[in-house]
């Protein structure tokens, strides 16, 4: 887990530092840590911005937002802690629906189980 709170930040600064050739500078750097967490900023003059905060190990709370190559505003926010890493971002790719015949037989699965899954179930209800 720490090694993924260690990624995260690496990775958006990865993400988000500008390509060769850039002429980007640093124009703010504001970093912070104590006993209760840690946090900094870093931003740009090409207008790449970094920004996180957090409880080391435990869990981390952040955003960067950049412009791609193509000239788009990218921007993504965060968080990652005991159940990993968790993007959100109107740039990340979406899966394409789930076709309704496949939902119509998962739904024919789950109201018609096999023998063995009432036993189980049978089973369970004794137990408690």
């Known amino acids: 887990m ?4 260690i990624a995260a930040p690496l990775l958006a600064c990865v993400l988000a530092a500008p390509g060769p050739g850039s002429d980007a500078v640093v124009e703010k750097f504001v970093s912070a840590s104590d006993a209760d967490g ?5 931003a740009l003059s090409d207008g ?4 996180e905060e957090g ?15 193509e000239g788009i505003a990218i921007a993504v926010t965060y968080t990652a802690d ?3 890493y968790h993007p ?7 899966p394409p629906p789930i076709p309704e015949a496949i ?3 998962i739904r024919f699965i789950q109201e ?6 009432l036993a189980d179930r049978e089973l369970r209800k004794t137990q408690f």
């Open 2 to 5: 720490t090694q993924l709170l």
């Open 38 to 42: 840690y946090g900094f900023q870093v």
């Open 48 to 51: 790449t911005s970094i920004s």
């Open 55 to 69: 409880q080391g190990g435990n869990y981390a709370r952040g955003a960067y937002s950049y412009i791609s190559p």
């Open 82 to 84: 005991a159940t990993g």
């Open 88 to 94: 959100q971002s109107e740039s990340l790719p979406t």
């Open 103 to 105: 939902l119509r037989s």
């Open 112 to 117: 018609h189980p096999t023998p063995e899954e």
